[in-house]
């Protein structure tokens, strides 16, 4: 499940940080930006599940959806849950300052965009046909 990547690319960041020889790219008090990133997708990625929660659609890959949200976060992004997980990373990497941490969002860009996002947009195309097509043509991917 994607929070499981999430949780393990941040912990790899950690551990990269403090054992890989360092080069520095932010130093205090400016690594402190990252704690917006961390907020901010915390904040878009909460909210997203809330609404899934409240529509009582699925939120795990691979199940199907009996609605289509295109509501609240959903409005400016087709996976706010994913962008909001890779926001976390990247502050994470910010408030760490080490060069060798921004590798993992890029990381978990692949990972995210090979193994979940095909599925799901076949399988929301699958369900809601013309519906989501429509959707797609006015709201992007990530941003």
């Known amino acids: 499940m994607p929070p499981t990547y999430l949780y393990t690319l941040i912990l790899l960041a950690i551990a990269?940080?403090?054992?890989?020889?360092?080069?520095?790219?932010?130093?205090?008090?400016?690594?402190?930006?990252?704690?917006?990133?961390?907020?901010?997708?915390?904040?878009?990625?909460?909210?997203?599940?809330q609404i899934f929660k409240k529509e009582k659609t699925t939120v795990k890959p691979g199940e199907k959806s009996n609605k289509l949200i295109i509501k609240g976060p959903y409005k400016i992004s087709r996976h706010p849950m994913y962008l909001g997980m890779l926001s976390i990373l990247f502050g994470t990497s910010i408030l760490l300052g080490s060069l060798v941490t921004f590798i993992l969002p890029l990381i978990f860009i692949i990972l995210i965009e090979t193994k979940f996002v095909p599925l799901e947009e076949r399988n929301m195309e699958k369900t809601f046909g013309k519906e989501y097509t429509n959707y797609k043509k006015k709201v992007r991917r990530w941003i």
């Open 16 to 49: 990269t940080h403090f054992t890989i020889p360092l080069i520095k790219i932010i130093y205090f008090p400016y690594n402190l930006t990252g704690m917006i990133f961390i907020f901010f997708g915390a904040t878009i990625t909460l909210w997203a599940d």
